[in-house]
């Protein structure tokens, strides 16, 4: 079982940077695969990084190539979304998502997810 926490959402303008975090508890944290989705008023949940457990492997949505960097810290417990030159159709909630399938960019293949941190990027 592994519990996850998200922070650093908040206000920014575009073209801004936010780090997002998320905390996990649970012994399993270091061999699965985390991600990040987001999710938009009115749109559906949408992939947008994931790593593998030993953060060798990462891919994205094309929408955040070469904007976002996910990362990740096992002794800390914590994956990290490192967010750059963030543009006003970035903003919604982001989610941390825990032991999912790294090819697969379906929210249903996550087993585990935190409670979400806002995004909201002003033009």
């Known amino acids: 079982q592994v519990q996850l926490v998200e922070s650093g959402g908040g206000l920014v303008q575009a073209g801004g940077s936010l780090r997002l975090s998320c905390l996990a508890s649970?012994?399993?944290?270091?061999?699965?695969?985390m991600a990040w989705f987001r999710q938009a008023p009115g749109k559906e949940r949408e992939f947008v990084a994931a790593?593998?457990?030993?953060?060798?492997?990462?891919r994205y949505v094309d929408s955040v190539k070469g904007r976002f960097i996910i990362s990740r810290d096992n002794a800390k417990k914590t994956v990290y979304l490192q967010m750059n030159s963030l543009k006003p159709e970035d903003t919604a909630v982001y989610y941390c998502?825990?032991?999912?399938?790294?090819?697969?960019?379906?929210?249903?293949?996550?087993?585990?997810w935190g409670q979400g941190t806002q995004v909201t990027v002003s033009s």
């Open positions: 998502a825990g032991n999912g399938t790294f090819y697969s960019i379906q929210a249903r293949d996550y087993d585990y």
């Open positions: 649970g012994r399993t944290f270091s061999s699965v695969t």
């Open positions: 790593i593998t457990w030993g953060g060798g492997n990462t």
